[in-house]
């Protein structure tokens, strides 16, 4: 009896013994990681599969709609529902830092208590629908001139993310909230934004040392930026670009955009020289009509996007490193709508088919997933169908009422 039990009792032992080797030896609470994910817990790249932005609740507000009003309002428990309902696993957040954080050429000064709160709010809010976040730098245009020669605009953007870190660090679990670097960087030089984007991870890692990171190339985070991106000296980190390309269909109508751009109406996609005949005849500028003729030429269709997104995707693969496209889209105004739910279905299966994830741009700006009408959230059943989601469970209407 003794015999047996002592026996039992080795059994036990290495069993045990076994079980502690076999365990990872990371420390992320999230889980594995996989080494070919650049460090990333597998848990956390799960939920960065499917997004959205949800750009003008922190961001492009300004005057009169710079507001708790216009933040307790403009997305509210309702939209967040529903996005999670669409089968989406998270949101991006753009935060203007000159609107919502006490910004100046010198430096950072404060978070205002209120603003803070109020974004805390938000966060806990996606949270509580079971979404994970993406907290976005997202500055205005002048703000990221500056950035690329001014030293005082680069100090500030690094105390901004220290104090912004900590306090994020302290109130949240990493698992479901990442840090974005900074929204679609333009220096000029690629080295000197590798320089900015080291020094801004480095006062991250020092405030919230579990968070992931999302970083960047410059050039308005271009495919072909960050395919001459040198990867940081870090692990943990997920690697985006943005594509909107070609800009003169996903952007066409744009005021902000490049300027011959504005004048492109009804441009169709997939192009050929034959379709867009009929529309360059109608355009009077003859650069605008020198890009639709090009854009016929060069014939985009899903092939051609694959083939772009490609080249993303082997610089992932080449240093090991998870990517996400945090912005693509196609402005909804003058674009024809059969042909926008075909881009963005194509430009969602490329994705997909590198593992690649994706958040749409925007929720319900002029890239809408969704339209408001009166006290109505309308999703678009086209673009809901393009990116592989779901429609909300609404009997008889695509309308959902807004809890406000």
């Known amino acids: 009896m003794m015999l047996k039990l002592k026996l039992w009792m080795w059994l036990a032992g290495l069993i045990f013994l076994l079980a502690m080797v076999a365990r990872p030896s990371n420390s992320h609470a999230a889980g594995a990681v996989d080494r070919a994910s650049g460090g ?3 848990q956390r790249l799960r939920h ?8 003008g609740w922190f961001s492009q507000v300004y005057g009169s709609g710079d507001t708790a009003e216009h933040v307790r309002s403009y997305i509210t428990a309702r939209d967040i529902s529903l996005i999670h309902e669409m089968g989406m696993d998270h949101v991006r957040i753009p935060v203007n830092p000159r609107k919502f954080f006490r910004l100046q050429e010198h430096g950072v000064i404060s978070i205002p208590p209120r603003r803070l709160r109020e974004f805390d709010a938000a966060i806990r ?8 976040v993406i907290v976005d730098i997202h500055p205005d245009h002048a703000f990221t001139k500056s950035l690329a020669a001014n030293r005082s605009t680069q100090n500030a953007l690094v105390r901004l993310w220290g104090l ?10 990493p698992n479901r909230v990442f840090l974005e670097v900074l929204n679609e960087p333009t220096a000029p030089r690629l080295r000197a934004w590798e320089a900015i984007q080291l020094r801004v991870v480095e006062a991250i890692r020092k405030s919230a040392p579990n968070f992931t990171i999302i970083a ?4 308005w985070s271009s495919i072909r930026q960050l395919c001459r991106l040198k990867p940081l000296p870090y692990s943990d980190i997920v690697y985006n670009f943005h594509f909107y390309q070609p800009g003169a269909f996903a952007q066409q109508g744009a005021q902000w955009a490049y300027p011959p751009w504005k004048f492109i109406r009804g441009l169709p996609y997939p192009s050929s020289p034959k379709i867009v005949a009929p529309i360059a005849a109608r355009v009077e500028n003859p650069a605008a009509r020198s890009i639709i ?3 016929g030429r060069q014939r985009w269709n899903g092939r051609r996007i694959n083939d772009a997104i490609a080249k993303a995707a082997a610089w992932g693969r080449k240093y090991k490193v998870p990517l996400i496209c945090d912005e693509f889209g196609v402005f909804a105004k003058y674009a024809p709508p059969r042909s926008r739910a075909d881009w963005i279905h194509d430009v969602r299966i490329a994705f997909e088919r590198y593992h690649i994830g994706w958040t749409m741009w925007d929720y319900c700006g002029g890239f809408h997933l969704v339209k408001r009408q009166g006290d109505q959230i309308i999703p678009d059943r086209a673009i809901v169908k393009a990116l592989g989601l779901r429609m909300p469970r609404e009997p008889g209407s695509v309308s959902i009422a807004v809890g406000r």
């Open 125 to 132: 809010l996606v949270l509580a629908h079971d979404l994970a």
């Open 40 to 42: 990333v817990p597998a």
């Open 48 to 55: 960065l599969l499917r997004g959205v932005n949800l750009s």
């Open 216 to 219: 960047t190339g410059t050039r």
């Open 164 to 173: 912004l870190a900590a306090n994020l660090a302290y109130r949240f679990n």
């Open 293 to 295: 003729l090009k854009y």
